[in-house]
């Protein structure tokens, strides 16, 4: 793993997201890794390649001093304007044990009483060390991928991510502490089309977890995509291998749809945006060819217009 300490030019990025005026990305990279992690594209801005998506992370060790200065030219311009960290990087990766940045950002955020929704999405439990400075924003909504609850999966194709046990155990111990929770399921992994009670069981999980609210999005399997992904599924059975070739048909994604909407209402849980996401791929070619030098990662998207630039 390569970190490279950089400095960015500003943090609060203009977002297209349909539920985000500004993303923050305080590193740029992902040393996760996750194999079918969409933002690898974005490594070219950093001139690293798509198949070096997981083997570096640039800090931006200026972000917090950016999020200072930008704050008060943000809240003039909308007093209500939601956030979300992040968009394109997991804000709680390793290195933010000992650079502190997205804490140090929510610092920022909470000394100025950020009146609109800030949203945080991560893989990470360590999320839980900052409790007490989400706790002192208004408006916080702390999410979690969780794509399984079988750990051997997670660590396939979540490479480096904690496991989704050790995730679904920190959705717990936030709602326990108060604050407004979300889980995003995406993508939404193949298997569970014909493997029905492995879905049942992680919207229950996410349930008990206290969650009320649910992103749920539909693999994206691109060419870039796969060209990470593949190399993963060479070595598994025939029926893993095809059922990632029928996840890029619409009856699969119609499957999907149906069952999610089923066990949502089974458990009481709200579907963000009001649909399964599914992310086109015109959208996501346009994206690529326009993105600024920065990153992007598993928020959810939602094919309004534009993707979201990389922030
Ligand atoms: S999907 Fe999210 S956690 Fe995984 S590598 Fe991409 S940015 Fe990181």
Request: proline letters at 7%; glycine letters at 6%; a neutral charge.
């Amino acid at each position: 793993m390569r970190v490279i300490e950089t400095e960015a030019k500003s943090i609060m990025v203009a977002s297209k997201l349909p539920d985000a005026d500004f993303v923050l990305n305080p590193y740029t990279g992902c040393a996760f890794g996750c194999s079918y992690c969409y933002a690898s594209f974005m490594g070219k801005y950093v001139g690293e390649p798509v198949e070096a998506w997981g083997e570096y992370v640039y800090v931006k060790t200026n972000a917090v001093e950016l999020a200072r200065q930008e704050v008060e030219s943000k809240l003039s311009a909308k007093g209500d304007a939601t956030l979300l960290l992040s968009s394109v990087t997991d804000p709680y990766q390793g290195v933010e044990s000992k650079y502190r940045i997205t804490r140090g950002i929510l610092e920022v955020l909470a000394d100025a009483r950020w009146p609109g929704t800030v949203g945080i999405l991560t893989k990470s439990p360590l999320v839980t060390r900052d409790i007490d400075v989400i706790s002192r924003l208004p408006r916080p909504s702390v999410g979690m991928t969780v794509t399984t609850t079988d750990d051997e999966i997670s660590r396939w194709l979540e490479v480096r991510a904690p496991k989704a046990t050790a995730r679904l155990r920190a959705l717990r111990q936030l709602s326990d502490a108060g604050l407004p929770t979300y889980a995003f399921v995406g993508p939404l992994l193949p298997h569970f089309r014909w493997q029905p009670e492995l879905l049942d069981s992680l919207f229950r999980e996410i349930a008990e977890a206290g969650v009320r609210d649910i992103y749920v999005e539909h693999i994206n399997l691109k060419a870039y995509i796969r060209s990470r992904l593949e190399p993963r599924l060479a070595n598994e059975p025939p029926e893993v291998q095809q059922s990632y070739v029928a996840a890029r048909r619409d009856d699969h994604r119609t499957a999907l749809t149906v069952m999610v909407e089923s066990l949502r209402t089974k458990y009481g849980l709200g579907l963000r945006l009001d649909e399964v996401l599914y992310h086109e791929a015109g959208v996501a070619r346009a994206a690529v060819k326009t993105a600024p030098p920065e990153v992007r990662s598993d928020a959810p998207l939602k094919d309004k217009g534009p993707r979201e630039q990389p922030a």
